[in-house]
């Protein structure tokens, strides 16, 4: 787009080309082998109206154009890679924490074995145990899956070969932005590329009006024209020797003029219609984004600080409860005071509370590029 966009730029400053043109005549064909004529000419086109002027105008805000949109699109792309990132970790964290209960479960399953031998426990413990360790091990294999589906999607957004090697190293918890809803409506309506480059469209429209209100100034030719002339009679006249010799007239013409155009019905009325309609069309178009800019700003804060918000209430009161009480039921049921079942029923609801956290994580980690998206800049 910015390469097509830097030749119309190229294009709309070249001058018109000259003209020439030749020309031969003969009368044999017609029946009159003594008449021959040749003619060459030159013409040259005058652009009046500084239309030269006005179609560089055009060409320099479509190019200035084309780089906001570029920066806009580079603003979206920044946006999904980042999506797709978070996406993949928290796949990532969902198999570290199954793969954590499944390491925790085969120790309390040879914990188990070993009761089951010495008659502390009954079998039917032992086989509850193996069965969970089962489940768990698929779960584990599904979301290795699920990690690899993510890194896949992840390499085609950062055009990764499939084979090549890709890593994911976390970037840690990033503190809550503390901008406010007025600052980020401020800041996103002066930093989205996608706004400057409606304004900008509204100049470059603005500039088709003006070129086609120059194109109403008819332009100027200038002709000049050699013209070598040749005609024999069937007649015979006398030379200065008294020999005879056939007659015949040769005229060299040299001429000179100009054109003009009498802009007397088409005065690039309907251009001018046209140019205006885009004007308008540009500026409600420029007054909509602006609008929805605000509200989408608005939404996404909105959608932050809720998720934030989650994200504390889970850390605080879920997932740090949750760890310590299922420490504690392992530690009981080694020591023979729990159940099993109790044990079991602990883990599963601490697996599915670290799920619920991570996703809690995704969706705050996701509602903060959306903010970034919709203000145009990163969160500091």
Do not use: C
């Not at 699920?146 to 950062?158: G, I, K, P, S, T």
């Not at 809803?181 to 800041?187: D, P």
Request: glycine share 6%.
């Amino acid at each position: 787009r910015n390469l097509e966009a830097q030749g119309l730029l190229r294009q709309a400053g070249f001058r018109p080309n000259p003209v020439l043109e030749t020309e031969f005549g003969s009368g044999k064909p017609t029946g009159n082998p003594g008449e021959r004529e040749f003619s060459l000419g030159y013409s040259h086109v005058f652009e009046l109206g500084r239309k030269r002027d006005r179609r560089v105008e055009v060409g320099q805000a479509g190019l200035d154009l084309a780089r906001l949109e570029i920066t806009d699109r580079e603003r979206t792309i920044r946006a999904e890679l980042q999506e797709r990132y978070i996406s993949a970790m928290a796949s990532i964290r969902n198999l570290e924490a199954v793969s954590q209960q499944f390491e925790v479960t085969q120790q309390s399953f040879a914990v188990t074995q070993r009761r089951v031998l010495e008659g502390e426990s009954p079998r039917v413990e032992q086989m509850v145990l193996q069965a969970e360790v089962g489940r768990l091990e698929a779960e584990r294999i599904l979301l290795a899956s699920d990690v690899q589906q993510e890194l896949l999607a992840l390499r085609v957004v950062v055009g990764m070969d499939f084979n090549e090697r890709l890593v994911l190293q976390p970037d840690g918890d990033r503190p809550p932005t503390a901008v406010t809803l007025e600052a980020a409506l401020e800041q996103g309506l002066a930093s989205r590329p996608d706004l400057a480059a409606a304004r900008q469209e509204e100049t470059r429209v603005a500039a088709e009006l003006r070129l086609a209100q120059a194109e109403r100034v008819p332009d100027l030719a200038g002709l000049v024209r050699y013209t070598d002339s040749q005609t024999r009679f069937d007649q015979f006249g006398l030379t200065a020797g008294g020999a005879l010799t056939p007659l015949q007239d040769r005229d060299r013409v040299l001429t000179a003029g100009l054109s003009i155009t009498l802009p007397m019905f088409a005065r690039n009325q309907g251009q001018i219609e046209a140019a205006r309609a885009r004007e308008t069309a540009a500026s409600l178009r420029r007054q909509y984004l602006a609008r929805r800019i605000e509200a989408d700003i608005r939404g996404a804060y909105g959608r932050y600080q809720a998720a934030q918000q989650a994200v504390e209430v889970f850390r605080k009161s879920v997932v740090q409860p949750s760890q310590e009480g299922a420490a504690v039921l392992r530690a009981s049921y080694a020591a023979g005071e729990v159940q099993l079942f109790d044990v079991l029923a602990v883990q599963r609801r601490l697996i599915d509370s670290q799920k619920e956290y991570t996703e809690a994580i995704r969706q705050a980690a996701l509602a903060r590029v959306a903010l970034e998206r919709a203000i145009g800049v990163p969160l500091q």
